[in-house]
């Protein structure tokens, strides 16, 4: 069981003096470039609970964006990384490699799906995981275009700015981007239907109106990737309508384009499935993993097709810290601890209990537009009564009011109008549904 006690308990108001006596510290000290959702700092955590440096206890309905996904410092985790700290820490698999990191790649590659024979390469971070997807496809097709889709988020280096749809605040004043990328239209449900109820319900209609500008403007000849997030992230949980990803993927496969599926924030159990695409068996070309991974450890990887991965030239890919062996032993026991504790149901059963609990909501609040997501990847967006106008405002004063309760919420969307929720699939049903009672209660004061 969990060290720490799986129960939310305030002991001063959030947050309290420790924490803002090292916020101080982190003015002085930190770039003011860094963001920070909560003024509050954590001392300890585990499963669903974050114990602050005030021995406050706050329920996590955050992961740390979607990383620690069975839970915090999970038991088979620290024990591997301990056990790997004390053999040795780096070698650098490009100098004299190592068995931890073939082990993880044959992992990634046995249950991504794909039925034909697949290679992996393993970097640390999500951005890096698609920055160098973007690189073997290209070298894959000998073309240069990309596509990516509005409203999406794929990181904070240059190349992914590019494909990243959102300005403020990840692009604003950062320019100029790398070339040769373009954006088409996603399908998103909630907003095609204020204007067409049929491209809503439709997805292999969306993604005609997506491949019809994608051949005007950017051209087959020329398009060496689409890339897309089978949910979207940052962009506020959209879960494509059913038939767009296949239409576009079957489109990609007539015209020699490499499909990269960003599975960064979906993949590892998320969605209740290893990866979302597998809810409309759909086998992309690539598949950019990052995040759920290693529970905390920074490791991310590019799985796909062999022969497609097998493109660029040797010493094409690669880096100093990619694939550490720490991140390794995490990412192994990781797997390990999903498979062992069924933790693919259990992001169904939260689903289920989830939109139950919000659809209930909604019924009786017509602030609430939409409710979506899949397994532990569940958003609400927030509407002025009355319109569909997004409401940024009370998602802001809803979230804030969360952190001061003790509920770790974070807030995602264009248009800055959706509450997200990613929990730890190790929490409680009581911890859950404790979380949404303090929701509950906070908009029906706002």
Same mark, same amino acid.
């Given at each position: 069981?969990?060290?720490?006690?799986? @129960?939310?308990?305030?002991?001063?108001?959030?947050?309290?003096?420790?924490?803002?006596?090292?916020?101080?510290?982190?003015?002085?000290?930190? @770039?003011?470039?860094?963001?920070?959702?909560?003024? =509050?700092?954590?001392?300890?955590?585990?499963?669903?609970?974050?114990?602050?440096?005030?021995?406050?206890?706050?329920?996590?309905?955050?992961?740390?964006?979607?990383?620690?996904?069975?839970?915090?410092?999970?038991?088979?985790?620290?024990?591997?990384?301990?056990?790997?700290?004390?053999?040795?820490?780096?070698?650098?698999?490009? =100098? !004299?490699?190592? $068995? $931890?990191?073939?082990?993880?790649?044959?992992?990634?590659?046995?249950?991504?799906?794909?039925?034909?024979?697949?290679?992996?390469?393993?970097?640390?971070?999500?951005?890096?995981?698609?920055?160098?997807?973007?690189?073997?496809?290209?070298?894959?097709?000998?073309?240069?275009?990309?596509?990516?889709?509005?409203?999406?988020?794929?990181?904070? !280096?240059?190349?992914?700015?590019?494909?990243?749809?959102? @300005?403020?605040?990840?692009?604003?004043?950062?320019?100029?981007?790398?070339?040769?990328?373009?954006?088409?239209?996603?399908?998103?449900?909630?907003?095609?239907?204020?204007?067409?109820?049929?491209?809503?319900?439709?997805?292999?209609?969306?993604?005609?109106?997506?491949?019809?500008?994608?051949?005007?403007?950017?051209?087959?000849?020329?398009?060496?990737?689409?890339?897309? $997030?089978?949910?979207?992230?940052?962009?506020?949980?959209?879960?494509?309508? $059913?038939?767009?990803?296949?239409?576009?993927?079957?489109?990609?496969?007539?015209?020699? *384009? *490499?499909?990269?599926?960003?599975?960064?924030?979906?993949?590892?159990?998320?969605?209740?499935?290893?990866?979302?695409?597998?809810?409309?068996?759909?086998?992309?070309?690539?598949?950019?993993?990052?995040?759920?991974?290693?529970?905390?450890?920074?490791?991310?990887?590019?799985?796909?097709?062999?022969?497609?991965?097998?493109?660029?030239?040797?010493?094409?890919?690669?880096? !100093?810290?990619?694939?550490?062996?720490?991140?390794?032993?995490?990412?192994?026991?990781?797997?390990?601890?999903?498979?062992?504790?069924?933790?693919?149901?259990?992001?169904?059963?939260?689903?289920?209990?989830?939109?139950?609990?919000?659809?209930?909501?909604?019924?009786?609040?017509?602030?609430?537009?939409?409710?979506?997501?899949?397994?532990?990847?569940?958003?609400?967006?927030? =509407?002025?009564?009355?319109?569909?106008?997004?409401?940024?405002?009370?998602?802001?004063?809803?979230?804030?009011?969360?952190?001061?309760?003790?509920?770790?919420?974070?807030?995602?969307?264009?248009?800055?109008?959706? =509450?997200?929720?990613?929990?730890?699939?190790?929490?409680?049903?009581?911890?859950?549904?404790?979380?949404?009672? *303090?929701?509950?209660?906070?908009?029906?004061?706002?």
């Amino acid at each position: 069981m969990p060290a720490i006690e799986q @129960s939310r308990r305030l002991v001063t108001e959030i947050p309290g003096p420790a924490s803002l006596e090292l916020t101080k510290r982190r003015a002085a000290a930190v @770039s003011a470039g860094v963001g920070m959702t909560m003024p =509050v700092f954590a001392a300890r955590a585990a499963g669903g609970i974050v114990e602050d440096v005030d021995g406050n206890r706050l329920i996590d309905l955050g992961s740390g964006i979607a990383v620690t996904t069975i839970g915090n410092s999970a038991p088979r985790v620290v024990d591997a990384v301990r056990a790997q700290v004390a053999d040795f820490t780096h070698t650098c698999f490009m =100098v !004299t490699p190592y $068995e $931890e990191y073939v082990a993880v790649a044959e992992r990634l590659n046995r249950i991504a799906p794909g039925s034909g024979e697949k290679r992996s390469v393993l970097f640390n971070s999500g951005s890096e995981a698609v920055e160098n997807a973007i690189k073997i496809a290209r070298s894959y097709t000998k073309k240069s275009a990309v596509v990516a889709f509005d409203h999406a988020y794929h990181g904070r !280096t240059n190349m992914t700015m590019a494909l990243t749809a959102k @300005s403020m605040p990840y692009k604003s004043g950062f320019g100029p981007f790398a070339p040769e990328i373009y954006r088409a239209p996603l399908s998103y449900p909630f907003r095609d239907g204020l204007i067409d109820k049929e491209m809503a319900t439709d997805g292999e209609l969306a993604a005609r109106r997506a491949i019809e500008i994608i051949a005007k403007q950017v051209g087959a000849d020329n398009l060496a990737a689409v890339i897309i $997030e089978p949910i979207q992230g940052e962009g506020g949980f959209i879960v494509p309508a $059913e038939g767009f990803l296949p239409a576009l993927l079957s489109w990609c496969r007539e015209n020699n *384009v *490499v499909f990269i599926a960003d599975e960064v924030q979906t993949g590892i159990a998320r969605t209740g499935a290893m990866f979302a695409c597998e809810h409309e068996s759909i086998e992309p070309d690539l598949i950019c993993i990052a995040k759920g991974i290693a529970d905390g450890l920074p490791l991310s990887a590019v799985t796909g097709r062999a022969d497609v991965m097998d493109a660029p030239h040797p010493s094409g890919v690669g880096g !100093t810290y990619g694939g550490n062996p720490l991140a390794c032993a995490a990412a192994l026991a990781t797997l390990d601890t999903i498979e062992a504790d069924g933790l693919i149901e259990r992001a169904r059963q939260i689903e289920r209990l989830m939109k139950d609990r919000l659809h209930a909501l909604q019924a009786s609040d017509d602030r609430i537009g939409d409710v979506r997501g899949r397994g532990a990847m569940i958003a609400v967006e927030f =509407v002025k009564p009355d319109s569909a106008e997004p409401d940024a405002k009370l998602t802001n004063a809803l979230a804030t009011a969360a952190h001061a309760a003790g509920v770790i919420v974070l807030t995602a969307g264009t248009f800055g109008n959706v =509450v997200r929720f990613l929990p730890p699939l190790t929490i409680t049903d009581d911890l859950l549904n404790e979380g949404l009672d *303090v929701l509950t209660g906070a908009l029906a004061e706002l």
